[in-house]
């Protein structure tokens, strides 16, 4: 797994396997660095049905799919995957040491790349609604798709005004589906909504799916989309992080420099756990700067030649 003749020393361990995680083992492998990817299979990618933002893939890609090729791409190049979630990491003098599944391991330096999940609508339907492009998850990358169409967003009140907003140009019926009561009219995002021409349907509906699209039902009536975009936040994966003292954001993400290192000296992170923008040519992008800094500074190892 090594080529640094040490084994039970790791000169990186990346912590995640999404398009991230596996952008570094690739880049790490091919600088002859020794690095093992931790990946309990859970990567936000997963969810993607299809992806047509993704460079390189003209006729689209699943997130599965993508998953796949990017993983076997590292392993051409001997990337060590160990199928778990790591439980903790702590220091160890200079060094840092992985815990999981009753497990240790012990590295030079740390990447992580645990990215983050959504939170989703509590309903048994939901990873089919998904599969059929009726739930959407990201408006950046898959709004093209839902050009003239009738689009909903549901959320909270306050949360959902702007990405209605954002949804305007993309469509001409754009509709909130706010989960509360409260509707404040002098509210500036929601003042910009409506000025767009997007409209709020009653308060405190029920979000529906019949096999093919999302419905949204009030004492009013039931309203039908073709998408529906939730925004209920996310669950963040930066407690490891927060664990070692890492600075991070009032929303829990975690905070970086320029060539992605957090506070804590050989602690790097990238992807959707880092604050930013979560798509998939940014997550491989940080994990490209992270890798390069990474092997410039970590220990030189002279290539002996083979044999």
Known sequence: MSDSGADDLLDVAIVGGGPAGLTA???LRRFHRSCAVFDDGDSRARWIPESN???GFPNGVSGVELLLRMRRQAG???AHFEPVR???IEREGENFVLNADGRQWRARSVILATGLSDKLPDAPWVEEAVARHALRLCSICDAYEATDTRIGVYGLLKDIASHGTFLRSYSEHVWLLPIDQDQDETDEALRAALGAGVEVLP???TLGFDGERCTWTTAEGT?????VYPYLGCHTSAGLADAL???LTDGGEI???RNQATSVPGLYAIGDVVSGLNQISVAVGQAALAATRLHNQLPLVPRAQPG
């Open 25 to 27: 083992a690739t880049y």
């Open 53 to 55: 933002n993704c460079p």
């Open 76 to 78: 051409e190049f001997d």
């Open 86 to 88: 790591v439980d903790s």
């Open 203 to 205: 308060a405190g509906g």
């Open 223 to 227: 309203s039908v989309f073709d998408s």
């Open 245 to 247: 003292g890492v600075r």
């Open 255 to 257: 905070v970086v420099d």
